[in-house]
Each structure stands twice: as structure tokens, then as C-alpha cells.
């Protein structure tokens, strides 16, 4: 019997073939050759690459054969996740393999962009011996401000604690208690941007974190801040970066990663102030190592059918043709209440009522967490991996079942306590023959929409014309509104107003309406279901 082909395109670890073994026929082509990729992927079982292979819907539909697609590294930018999971192929990556090395880097890039070592170095191989050009700063008794308290963000804190730094971060989605334990100040991204005499980012790049630390932001830093991106290229705005460097705004930048890659030509580079690396973060013998075998292991695993620990899109076994839709609609009421809390709490309830409560439903909690998690965690969530990275980030789950509805045969609901005290929660149900997803209630206001499509919230002061000047500031920016519905609190204080749109309403736009309203929160269906790439 021929023997299972795994192609490697992309440079990867000795280490990796050492643990794939010799069950398997190993292949090689250059991932970043479309035609070469193309050609190769029809012949192959499993196909392993790093950050350079495009591994869009067209190269997985060419992947005929194609079972399992293993990322040696974090990040999924270069996988179309989704399109592996319609093609039945399974994506696993290696999560913490490099965590550690794109932690140290940070602190290298910190270093660097703190005494100018690079461009020292680089002037004296020119023959100048030039002291006071290259005079730094100190790390010690400064505020380091940490954009994205997870994994690195955490092992960044931890290090420059030890250069007597003060560690400040802004992460919406950790709860105190966990900031406290790793001794790091959970503040506001204002006061951060105020206070940072040095700031890393340490994001996921979603729509939320995209341009994050741009025109606004940058104006808002304390003069002469110093500022690495060793996360994803965009989150910081290059053009925005270039432009406060050239007018002081920022002292100096460390940037390992671009908007586009390979990135060999930026006006950044043209700046003295500007410290690059090409993607280096997981650039170590170890990291590699770690990421070549994870990957070789739960390629193994997957051709071999087995249970696989680090796939990102694997879904629960024992899940019947009644729970299957619950099980979506699950998902997508976890990553609406994420985008409607705009935070987490310490324990996410799942309440299931009616007729679909009498069934085993405890895969419903699962999927409300994986999807809680979907929007604001790198590296892909699954429903194995869910439990783990909740319980890492002290977000515990709770199932209660029971209770009739008297308006609904069945209604599952979201709720969550957040720290501030508030409660939060969306109920949906499926109806019709077809079992339609309706959002039926959201925090107490009764509405009635469809799960998907592009749909704005607003929840505002109920004053006379709100929708209308919804409208204007909508139609200004050019956007077509398909609907608005709107639903009151009880006392009257309050409306909800979802508006349905034409096409996605940009970030600015939302916030424009919504300060035209007095809205006290916006958010919208459509950031809640789709994850930057
Ligand atoms: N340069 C490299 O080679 C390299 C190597 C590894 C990882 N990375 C990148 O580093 C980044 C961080 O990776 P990680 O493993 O620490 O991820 P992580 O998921 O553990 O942490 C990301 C943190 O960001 C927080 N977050 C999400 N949305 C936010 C928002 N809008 N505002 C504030 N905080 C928000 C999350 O709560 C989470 O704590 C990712 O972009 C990853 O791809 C780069
Ligand atoms: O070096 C790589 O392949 C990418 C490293 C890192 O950004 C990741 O996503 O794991």
C-alpha cells in the first residue's frame, strides 16, 4: 500500500521529519511558488507550512486528497480556516511553540530601540566612532505599557519586570485577578497611550485590533514614546507610525512585522529612529524545533484518525442531527455576547430552556465558549482547545438547563456578570421548519433578527430622533440602511436600535453614530463573525 504523502513547503525543523517518522513518503516544494504549490498539492495527505505558504480556499480545493493542513507556528493569517473546515480538512498549529522567542525578541527589540544598538553597530562597521549620536535612554523606573495581556504579552510583563519596569497593560478580555497574579496594572487604553514611556503590542489582528494603534492613538501618546510591533503587521498603522516618528511624536520604533509580507521596501526603513527585523519572532533553533514537532505529532495523529489535541476545527463527535443547529446557533450568540459585552466575565452561563433542554445539551456550553473566545484569542479556537484557554485566562463556564419559555419552544441564552457589575446576555432560538437562528432578546430588549447579515447595535437614551439621525449619519458616510428596528427598555429609558445595512458599517462610521446619539454602547453582528486576516 502506498504510503500517505505529507509535502513540506516551507523550511521547517530536521526535528519535524525525525518525529513524522518513515510512515510516511515526504515531498518538498517552495509554498510561496503559487504554480509550484499548486502543482504539488493534488498528490498530498497532509501539507505542513509556516507564514510564507497561502493556503487560501483555491490552494485547499486544489489539496484533493487533503486531510490535514499542520501550521508550525501560531498564527492562521495564511490559512483560510474556514475553507478547511468545509473541505473536510483538518488545521492544527502549534500555539505556545514560539511564544517564548517572540517574547524574547520583543525584549531585544525594547533594547534596541532603547540605545540604538543596531544603528550604532551599523555606523561603526562604517568606520564611525560616534558616542554621543547613539546616547539612549534607560529601561529602569519607566512605564512599559503592554497592548494584549495573553500569552506573550504576559512573558513580555513578567521579563521587564526584571528591568525595574512598570507594568501597565490594556486587555479588555483578562480579568483582574489574572493581571494581579502576573504584578501588572490592568488600565484603560487612554490612560496607557498617556502613560507609556515604552509600548508593545501584543494582539491577535481582528477587525477590532486593526489599525488599533493608529492617527488617534499615536496622538495620544505621551511624547516620545517608544513603540515595538513584534505581533502582527497593521494593528500599528505604518504610515501612521512613519508620520509620528518624523514629527517626534514617537522617539523610536521596533518593528518585526508588516502589513504585507515579505516586506523589503517601507518608508519606515528610511528612518534612523526605526529598528526592523524580517518576521522574526519565532526566528530560534528551539521555537522551530518545538513548532516541527507539535505539527509532525498531530499529523500523525490525524491520518492515522486518532483524536487530535491541537486542531483548530474540529468539532464535537457526538453531536445528533436535533443538537447540530443548537450547536451553532450557540457559537454565534458566544461571539455576539463577546461583541456586546466588548469584555469577559469571570464565569459565562449558558441557559437552555424548553424542549431542547430535555436533550444531552452539554455541548452547547462548548460551543457558546469557543465562540465567546472566537473573536479575541490568536491562534484559532476549537472545541478542544476552548476549556483550556478559558480556564488559562480564569473564565470558568456554567450549563442550566430547565424552565419553559412562554413565548418560545426552546431558548438558549448567553449571560455573563461583568466586572463592572453589569449583566449581559443575548437568547436566540431556531424557528420554522427550516430552524431558522432568530436573535430574540439582547440584555432584556426584545427584538427579533436573523443571526447574520450586517447589523449594527446602539444602545442609547430614548429621546425623539434617535433613528433619524441614525439615518442621517449613515446615509452621510454612504451607507444604505436595509431597516432599523427598535426596541425600548421597559422603563423607557433605553432603546436598543439594530440597524440592518448594505454591506458592513466601518468602525468609524459606528462611532460617529454613535456619538451623534449619546450611545452608551455600539457594536456589530458582523465584527462578531469575522476575525481579520
Ligand atoms: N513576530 C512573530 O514572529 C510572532 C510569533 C508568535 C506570535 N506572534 C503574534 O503575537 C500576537 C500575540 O500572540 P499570543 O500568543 O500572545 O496571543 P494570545 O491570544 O495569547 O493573546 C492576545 C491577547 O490580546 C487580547 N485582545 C484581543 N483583542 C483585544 C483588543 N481589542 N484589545 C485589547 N486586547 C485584546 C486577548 O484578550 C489576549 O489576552 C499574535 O498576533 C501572534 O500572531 C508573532
Ligand atoms: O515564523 C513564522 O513562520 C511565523 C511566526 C509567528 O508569527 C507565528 O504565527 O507563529
Known amino acids: 500500500m502506498p504510503k500517505p504523502v505529507v509535502l513540506i513547503a516551507e523550511e521547517l525543523s530536521p526535528a519535524t521529519l525525525d518525529a513524522l517518522g518513515s510512515d510516511f513518503e515526504i515531498r518538498r516544494c517552495t509554498g510561496s511558488d503559487r504554480d ?42 495564511n490559512v483560510d480556516v474556514p475553507a478547511a473546515s468545509r473541505a473536510g480538512v483538518m488545521v492544527v498549529n502549534a500555539p505556545t511553540s514560539n511564544i517564548v522567542s517572540a517574547a524574547e525578541l520583543t525584549v531585544g527589540l525594547l533594547l534596541a530601540v532603547a540605545r540604538n544598538i543596531p544603528q550604532a553597530d551599523a ?31 504576559s512573558l513580555v510583563a513578567r521579563r521587564m519586570a526584571a528591568f525595574d519596569m512598570r507594568v501597565i497593560a490594556y486587555d479588555p478580555y483578562v480579568p483582574p485577578a489574572y493581571a494581579t497574579q502576573t504584578g501588572v496594572e490592568i488600565v484603560g487604553l487612554d490612560e496607557l497611550l498617556t502613560k507609556s514611556d515604552f509600548l508593545t503590542v501584543h494582539l491577535p489582528k481582528t477587525l477590532e485590533t486593526e489599525g488599533l494603534i493608529g492617527f488617534d492613538a499615536l496622538h495620544r501618546v505621551k511624547p516620545g514614546v517608544r513603540i515595538v510591533n513584534a505581533a502582527r503587521g497593521g494593528i500599528v498603522d505604518e504610515a501612521e507610525l512613519y508620520a509620528a516618528l518624523k514629527e517626534g511624536r514617537v522617539a523610536a520604533a521596533g518593528v518585526d512585522v508588516f502589513a504585507t509580507e515579505p516586506c523589503t521596501e517601507s518608508p519606515l526603513f528610511e528612518l534612523e529612529n526605526v529598528v526592523v527585523t524580517p518576521h522574526l519572532g519565532a526566528g530560534t533553533a528551539e521555537a522551530q524545533e518545538r513548532a516541527g514537532v507539535a505539527v509532525a505529532e498531530s499529523v500523525r495523529q490525524a491520518l492515522a484518525g486518532r483524536f487530535v489535541p ?5 468539532r464535537l463527535g457526538t453531536v445528533d442531527d436535533e443538537l447540530a443547529p443548537w450547536l451553532l446557533l450557540a457559537e454565534r450568540l458566544g461571539r455576539l455576547f463577546t461583541a456586546t459585552a466588548g469584555s469577559l466575565p469571570e464565569l459565562l452561563q449558558v441557559r437552555v430552556g424548553g ?15 469557543k465562540g465567546a473566545l472566537g473573536s479575541v484569542v490568536e491562534g484559532g479556537i476549537s472545541y478542544v482547545n476552548a476549556p483550556l484557554i478559558a480556564q488559562e485566562r480564569g473564565l470558568a463556564t456554567e450549563l442550566l438547563t430547565g424552565g419553559d419559555h412562554p413565548e418560545h419552544r426552546s431558548l438558549l441564552s448567553v449571560h455573563g456578570v461583568l466586572p463592572s457589575g453589569e449583566a449581559v446576555w443575548v ?55 436595509a431597516g432599523v428596528q427598535v426596541a425600548r427598555a421597559a422603563d423607557r429609558a433605553e432603546i436598543l436600535a439594530a440597524v440592518h445595512t448594505a454591506g458592513p458599517v466601518a468602525q468609524s462610521v459606528l462611532d460617529d453614530t454613535a456619538a451623534r446619539i449619546d450611545a452608551t454602547r455600539s457594536w456589530s453582528l458582523e465584527k462578531s463573525e469575522r476575525t481579520a486576516r
Open 427 to 481: 437568547s436566540g432560538t431556531l424557528t420554522g421548519l427550516q430552524r431558522r437562528e432568530r436573535l430574540v432578546d439582547v440584555c432584556g430588549f426584545e427584538v427579533d433578527l436573523p443571526l447574520e447579515g450586517d447589523v449594527a447595535f446602539l444602545r442609547a437614551p430614548d429621546r425623539p430622533g434617535v433613528i433619524g439621525a441614525v439615518g442621517e449619519v449613515l446615509g452621510r458616510a454612504g451607507q444604505d440602511v
Open 36 to 77: 509550484a504549490l499548486l502543482e504539488a498539492l493534488p498528490g498530498a495527505d497532509a501539507v505542513l507550512v509556516r507564514s510564507a505558504t497561502r493556503l487560501d480556499a483555491e490552494a485547499i480545493a486544489a489539496g484533493a486528497r487533503l486531510k490535514v493542513i499542520g501550521r508550525a507556528g501560531v498564527g492562521l493569517d
Open 355 to 369: 424542549e431542547i433542554g430535555r436533550h444531552d445539551v452539554a455541548a452547547l456550553e462548548l460551543g457558546a465558549l
Open 123 to 153: 555606523a561603526l562597521r562604517k568606520g564611525q566612532w560616534q558616542r554621543s549620536r547613539f546616547t539612549g535612554v534607560e529601561l529602569a523606573d519607566k512605564v512599559l505599557g503592554i497592548v494584549g495581556l495573553g500569552r506573550i504579552g
Open 310 to 314: 491541537e486542531a483548530v476545527n474540529v
